[in-house]
């Protein structure tokens, strides 16, 4: 959550009042709540997703219930305290358009958020400055650059895996 932000958004409609600091500081302390489940959820998901594309003909003709705790356990996923976010019967990103065996993309993209925004804080913030250099690596340039060439033309350097773990709470440094 990014202070200058809401001081300009999170405005009262009727009156402008900006938004009380204690329900900021409230919402603050809430941002990670259940962080963990909800990132075990996604990489389930993703993994199953994954092995039904790369499932040996052996294992396929499990059934499917076996088959997602074999393909959990086999990726180190088996994790039974979190059920898997879908199940195949009603997956639907793992046999339709665009995003079959691309489910991990939501779990990148919150890594890339996470790591941008990182990266904003190191190097002044929200400037202009820092706006057009995103617009020069990442925004122009769409879909005619691999998307992790834009990210680290625009970063300096890879995506850090780490700034997701720090701001989801999940790291203890």
Not at 21 to 34: F, N, S
Not at 50 to 71: D, F, R, T
């Amino acid at each position: 959550m990014y202070d200058t932000v809401l001081r300009n958004y999170a405005l009262h409609h009727e009156t402008a009042q900006p938004i009380p600091q204690p329900l900021v500081d409230r919402m603050k302390a809430a941002e990670t709540y259940g962080a963990g489940f909800h990132t075990t959820e996604v990489v389930k998901a993703a993994y199953l997703d994954l092995y039904w594309h790369l499932v040996s003909e052996e294992a396929a003709v499990l059934p499917p219930a076996q088959m997602e705790e074999a393909a959990l356990r086999s990726f180190g996923a088996g994790v039974d305290e979190v059920p898997p976010r879908y199940h195949s019967g009603y997956f639907l990103h793992t046999f339709s358009g665009g995003y079959a065996s691309n489910y991990y993309v939501y779990q990148w993209a919150r890594v890339l958020d996470c790591d941008g925004f990182e990266w904003f804080l190191e190097n002044g913030g929200l400037t202009r400055e820092n706006g057009d250099h995103l617009r020069a690596c990442v925004l122009s340039v769409g879909n005619s650059v691999d998307a992790n060439v834009a990210y680290e033309k625009f970063a300096g350097r890879k995506a850090n895996m780490k700034a997701f773990l720090r701001i989801s709470g999940l790291l203890d440094e």
